[in-house]
Structures are given as C-alpha cells and as structure tokens.
C-alpha cells in the first residue's frame, strides 16, 4: 500500500464511529483498494454498491450481489438492517436531491453511532444537502505517488512481455522522466497510455515520454477550462534577459532529472512573475521556458472563466487549478495578471477579491509539480500579498532591450521572415530603434516588409530606418507611466536582463 498515511486516517475515522464519509477523488478503484484493506484490518465485513447490479458482498470480483439493492434507496435500507461493516457507495452523491435518500442516510448514520462501520460516499466535488453536512466528514484521495506509476509500469511491461515481444529502450533519466510525466493521471488513465504507446510499435523509448505529454493534452482540451500551447522555441530565440535566461538555465537540470534533485533536496521551482514594459517579451518567456524546459504549457485566461451565476466563477477557477495540478509537470501560464485579479469592488459582487484570494492560498500551498510563469504590465497595481516571498521564486523586471538585445532582435525577426540579416546593417538599425520595444521592432519590421513588397522592391536597411523614424514607441507617448513602473520596481524586483539594477529613466 502505497498511500499508508490516508489508510491510518480512514481507519482512525471508521473508528471514532463516522458513520459518513466522504472521499473526494474521481478514482474509485484507488478509494476501493483503500477501503478494502480497512475494511481487512478492522475485520470488518466490506460491501460496495454499483447503481446497475446493487451492493456486492465482500472485495472479489466473484463475490455474490445482494437481492433488490441497486436503488439507492433500497440499499441504504439494506445497510441500515446488515448491522457492523463499510459500505462503498461510489457516485452516491448524484442521488443526494433525494430526500427518500438523505431520509435513509440519517437514519444509517444514526445506527452507526451505536456499532462499528461507516458509509462511503466517492466522487468529485460532491454537495452534501444541510441535514448530512453536520454528520460527514470529507478527505481527500492523495494523487498517486511516483512509486505506484513504477509499480504500474513494470506490471504492464511484464504482462506484455508475456505475450508479445517488448523492448523497453530508455535510460534511468528518461525512465524517471517518463515516470514524471504520468504523475497527475489516474492509474487507469496511466495503464492505458502505457498499453497504448507498447502497443504502438512493441516498444518502450525515450521517444514516448513527449507522446504522454500528447496524451495529458487531450484531457486538457477535454475540460476546456485551460488552453494547452505548443510550443517550439527556446531561450535561444529570445533577445537579451541574459539575468532571466541564467536563472531558468540553473533550475534546467533539476526539472530534466527529477529523482536526482530530489534525492538532493531540490524542491520543484515555484515560479516567476514578470513584470514591465510591454511588448518587451513577457510572455515570449512563459512559451520558452516551457520548451526549453521540455514541459508541457498550459495557459490559464482568468477572463474565460468568470460566469454569471453566482458561485460558478470560483468553482471553475478550482476547478482549473486542480487540472493544472492534474497534468503536472507542467508550466502554467497566467498573462496579464493585473486585469484578472485586480478587486472590482461591488460592481462585480467581489467574485474578483474571493478568485484573487483562492488564488494566494493556491500559489502557497499548492499540490504538484506546476512552474507558473505570471505576467503583468503593471504590478503596482496589484495588491502587495501577490510579491511576498513564497508566492514565487522571484519577481522579474522586463525593461526595454538594450543596444545589443535590440540589434539580436532584428537579427531573429528578420530571420523569421526569411529576410537575410546579414544584408543589413543591424548596428545602425540598433542605433535608430533606441526606446524601442521588441514588439514595436518587430512591428517596424512587418511594416517595412508590407512597403517593400507593395513596391516591389526588396527590404533594406533604408526602408527600416524610414519605418523606424515614423513610429512614435511607447517609451515617448507613455514615459511618464515607464518611469513610475521603473521607480516601483527599483528594490522590490530582479533586472531581467542581468544589470544590476533597474535603469533610470533616460
């Protein structure tokens, strides 16, 4: 047993006589295997209910179906006579409007104070009605530990193996690598994305470990409270934040090799947050990181999930949150983050200060191996707690690239658009883009290349100097506004691009 901690809390509760309990966890077969051995050790007799064949006595499969008990009702009616025992009501609480049913669970729960044995109930988010709250207690299934996904895999490749030829090609780093991958997946769900890539070409190989990556995406589009990005550049691709670059480039080796930092006492990084000008590669970061990295990146909008009904906008934040979780290891992307959290007061009823407060507790205490990458144009504008220490591992400052970052930028730009960058003269167009974003280059780019082609001309360093000169960037229309972000972020943030300090305002 590999969860032995939740096994001693489930049978110190059987044993304080809590006649309801409440496990929340879409693994039944894992809530199951829990109960069966409490219900082993307390020597207690064990049944288990299915809606469509009733309650069934004892944990083997074989085991004999008691008469006239697939109704909820009449099964509870059943326990309420059987006497000592665990009784597993696995997805009991779709059932829980009834009020014949809530009738009959008070009235087991009442026995249950004078004998040993409790009811069960399993499943996701379950809403017990007022007149069962006072008398339940809910706890939570803990997430497969490492050891139970290698216990799965060597069972799977071993059952395999004796029918079919099976060649498990990976070294001890990819193993734990592809071993971290399904950490977030039920057992089942992992069963069958083993069976499925052995089953692909008879083969185990460092190749599968991005394919149950594939896999996890589909869960996630599946639930369509996150977006999954894919993504296909690293941090060579971005221009400057040489402080940033060093930073993730350290904690590289931690996530490639998990059981080795582990075993050194390496916790999994916590996150950034990035602040700054815009357009200065914010969130080009959050994309890169989670290549380089060669993690999966799922991207959170707060936007898509406030709703109209009250209540529903905080369970679909949990409830994305929880996914995220789920699919861990991942890099969870959260952009503009001012807009999302920032309280709105009566006009939104405080939905907006009650997600912002989930949303602390989450970043402190949160379960699984999730890198968030936030990101805000202005994070003064945030309340303090998001900046504490434990929140993230550092707060970065993304200023506008320097001279030789923004002479990288139209290197990489022009590449992209299969433009020679050795045609032009980078250094004098470096020169001419000076309070230029990158975002803003790359747009003077776009435009030089739109008026190149309208005359039929090539694109060459004049036409961008032209371009250059016609745009006003927003280092000129908005400099006040910079120079108060500046100024909030001296002491209170980390250079992005290595400088010791965040520049004054030219």
Same mark, same amino acid.
Request: charged fraction near 25%; hydrophobic fraction near 45%.
């Given at each position: 047993?590999?969860? %032995? ?11 304080? &006589?809590?006649? +309801?309990? #409440? ?40 085991? %004999? ?30 059932? +829980? ?21 409790? #009811? ?8 017990? @009605? ?8 809910? #706890? &939570? ?26 060649? /498990?090609? $990976? ?20 069963? *069958? ?5 052995? $089953? ?49 480039? *350290? ?18 990084? *916590? ?32 936007? +898509?999930?406030?709703?109209?009904? /009250?209540?529903?906008?905080? *369970? ?10 789920? $699919? ?26 009650? #997600? ?10 949160? &379960? ?15 309340? %303090? ?35 020679? @960058? ?20 790359e747009q003077t780019i776009v435009s030089g290349l739109f008026e190149a082609f309208g005359s039929s001309s090539p694109l060459t360093t004049d036409v961008l100097l032209s371009e250059l000169r016609a745009t006003r960037p927003l280092s000129r229309t908005m400099s006040e506004r910079l120079e108060q972000l500046r100024q909030w972020a001296t002491n209170r943030t980390v250079p992005a691009d290595g400088t010791k300090s965040v520049r004054a305002v030219a």
């Amino acid at each position: 047993m590999t969860f %032995p901690n939740f096994i001693d809390e489930l049978e110190l509760l059987v044993r304080s &006589r809590y006649g +309801l309990i #409440v496990i929340d966890s879409w693994e039944l077969d894992r809530a199951d295997e829990a109960l069966r051995h409490v219900a082993s050790q307390l020597s207690l007799h064990y049944h288990a209910w299915r809606r469509s064949k009733g309650l069934q006595r004892g944990a083997d499969a074989g085991a %004999p179906l008691v008469d006239d008990t697939a109704a909820p009702a009449d099964a509870l009616r059943f326990v309420e006579r059987e006497g000592a025992g665990i009784f597993h009501f696995p997805a009991l609480g779709a059932h +829980l409007e009834d009020p014949l049913v809530i009738a009959h669970l008070l009235d087991v729960v009442e026995r249950f104070r004078m004998r040993r044995g409790t #009811v069960v109930i399993t499943g996701r988010d379950v809403r017990l @009605p007022e007149a069962l709250r006072q008398h339940a207690i809910v #706890v &939570r299934l803990p997430a497969p530990a490492i050891e139970e996904y290698r216990a799965l895999l060597e069972r799977v490749v071993r059952e395999h193996t004796a029918r079919m030829p099976v060649r /498990v090609d $990976m070294t001890a780093e990819g193993r734990s690598r592809l071993l971290h991958n399904l950490l977030g997946l039920s057992m089942i769900e992992a069963e *069958k994305i083993l069976t499925r890539l052995i $089953m692909a070409d008879g083969a185990l190989t460092e190749a599968d470990i991005a394919r149950v990556a594939d896999h996890k995406r589909q869960a996630v589009e599946q639930d369509g409270l996150l977006e999954y990005w894919v993504t296909t550049e690293g941090l060579a691709g971005v221009a400057g934040l040489e402080g940033l670059k060093r930073w993730l480039s *350290k904690r590289r080796a931690s996530i490639l090799d998990p059981d080795r930092a582990t075993a050194f006492g390496l916790p999994f990084p *916590k996150g950034i947050l990035l602040t700054g000008v815009p357009g200065c590669g914010k969130s080009l970061c959050a994309k890169s990181v989670a290549h380089e990295w060669q993690l999966p990146l799922l991207r959170l909008d707060p936007a +898509l999930l406030y709703d109209k009904f /009250v209540g529903d906008s905080e *369970k679909n934040f949990k409830r994305a949150l929880a996914t995220a979780e789920r $699919m861990a290891p991942i890099v969870l992307w959260i952009d503009e983050l001012e807009k999302a959290f920032t309280p709105g007061g009566d006009q939104d009823g405080g939905v907006a200060q009650r #997600v912002f407060g989930g949303f602390l507790s989450w970043l402190q205490e949160r &379960r699984g191996d999730v890198f968030v990458v936030a990101t805000a144009n202005d994070v003064s504008a945030l309340p %303090p707690e998001f900046v504490r220490k434990g929140r993230f591992d550092e707060v970065f400052f993304v200023d506008l690239p320097e001279l030789d970052a923004r002479r990288q930028i139209f290197h990489l730009h022009l590449a992209k658009r299969r433009q020679n @960058p050795a045609s032009f003269d980078l250094r004098v167009l470096a020169d001419a883009s000076a309070g230029f974003s990158g975002a803003e280059i790359e747009q003077t780019i776009v435009s030089g290349l739109f008026e190149a082609f309208g005359s039929s001309s090539p694109l060459t360093t004049d036409v961008l100097l032209s371009e250059l000169r016609a745009t006003r960037p927003l280092s000129r229309t908005m400099s006040e506004r910079l120079e108060q972000l500046r100024q909030w972020a001296t002491n209170r943030t980390v250079p992005a691009d290595g400088t010791k300090s965040v520049r004054a305002v030219a």
